[in-house]
């Protein structure tokens, strides 16, 4: 009999989404959902400020990809209000966690509840109960507060963040350290560096449990950099910043993607959006390092239109970890 694997991922929603999306079909795996609690756009920052309730967006993505109804809930959690109706603005999401959260009295107990309710194949874990704000300090000292100020600057973009921290300082949910501990394996995720996944890390006690989990810790790099984030970010640059928070000798695996990014679209990115790809240019640099970097064709067969991961080659990766798990066992 094969041997279950429990998988979590470590992130934010629209990676995370299309990931587990993948992995939810393997009848061998586990799959545990983490999901970053520092979303302050739109409605988000509505409901966090009116009802004081967490940022529900995110999860809202966790449980659609979970779902054993997955095409019907995502068009329930998806539709909108029209400009005619009180409401307008708000999804039907939004809508159902507002009233979850005041009748049952807890973020975490109405997730449970709607987990039941739309049959979730696994587990979506806030990583914090706890309300905070993402902070950043730039290397001129300044500080930025909130994620949609960190997103969309204000200030002078060019200025490398040296820092990020939460304010409060919050601690762990239970189920996130529970999750982290069972773990065989632990996926922290691409997408946006200081915003969606570094966040998660900050949370008090998340590294001190992936550091203590018998788990192989796996960082997925980014294909590309992002404006005013991480501008001109290599591989290496990517997985030191993941480290600082972290620390060192705790990953045993760096995916990066190392197929040809066509050259058309490479400058596209460079004139609207000022991005790079993010390849490996030089293997020395990695190694005395203690992970090992795994480059694969994972990209998604559209070389004309838009840079993203292939999530069924990412599975196939996944699959080729968990294959090297099972011979140590």
């Given at each position: ?172 949910n239970s189920d996130a350290l529970d999750a982290l501990e069972n773990s065989d394996l632990i996926i922290i995720s691409f997408w946006d560096l200081y915003t969606s996944i570094i966040p998660n890390l900050l949370v008090k006690w998340i590294p001190e449990a992936i550091k203590n989990s018998k788990a192989k810790v796996v960082y997925t ?109």
């Amino acid at each position: 009999m094969t041997k279950k694997i429990n998988i979590t991922t470590i992130g934010w929603w629209s990676w995370s989404y299309s990931l587990l999306s993948s992995l939810r079909w393997n009848e061998n795996y586990n799959l545990s959902a983490i999901i970053s609690m520092s979303d302050s756009w739109g409605s988000t920052w509505i409901l966090r400020e009116e009802f004081g309730i967490l940022p529900p967006w995110d999860v809202r993505r966790g449980v659609m990809a979970l779902s054993e109804e997955r095409e019907i809930v995502k068009q329930l959690f998806d539709y909108r209000y029209d400009k005619d109706c009180s409401v307008w603005g708000h999804s039907l999401w939004n809508l159902i966690i507002t009233a979850m959260a005041d009748i049952t009295g807890s973020f975490d107990t109405w997730l449970k509840e709607v987990c039941k309710m739309f049959k979730v194949k696994g587990q979506v874990i806030p990583v914090t109960l706890e309300l905070s704000h993402l902070c950043v300090r730039l290397e001129n000292w300044q500080i930025i507060k909130w994620e949609t100020n960190i997103d969309e600057p204000k200030h002078d973009s060019s200025l490398r963040i040296e820092h990020a921290f939460l304010e409060p300082e919050v601690s762990a949910n239970s189920d996130a350290l529970d999750a982290l501990e069972n773990s065989d394996l632990i996926i922290i995720s691409f997408w946006d560096l200081y915003t969606s996944i570094i966040p998660n890390l900050l949370v008090k006690w998340i590294p001190e449990a992936i550091k203590n989990s018998k788990a192989k810790v796996v960082y997925t790099c980014n294909m590309m950099t992002k404006k005013w984030e991480t501008n001109w970010y290599e591989v290496i640059d990517f997985v030191d910043a993941i480290e600082r928070y972290l620390w060192t000798w705790v990953l045993d695996y760096v995916v990066v993607n190392d197929w040809y990014i066509h050259e058309k679209l490479v400058e596209r990115y460079h004139k609207l959006e000022n991005k790079k790809p993010v390849k490996v240019k030089d293997m020395s640099v990695f190694e005395w390092k203690s992970y090992k970097v795994l480059a694969r064709d994972l990209l998604y067969e559209n070389e004309y239109e838009q840079v993203r991961y292939s999530y069924e080659k990412t599975a196939d990766v996944i699959a080729e970890i968990v294959e090297e798990i099972n011979k140590e066992d």
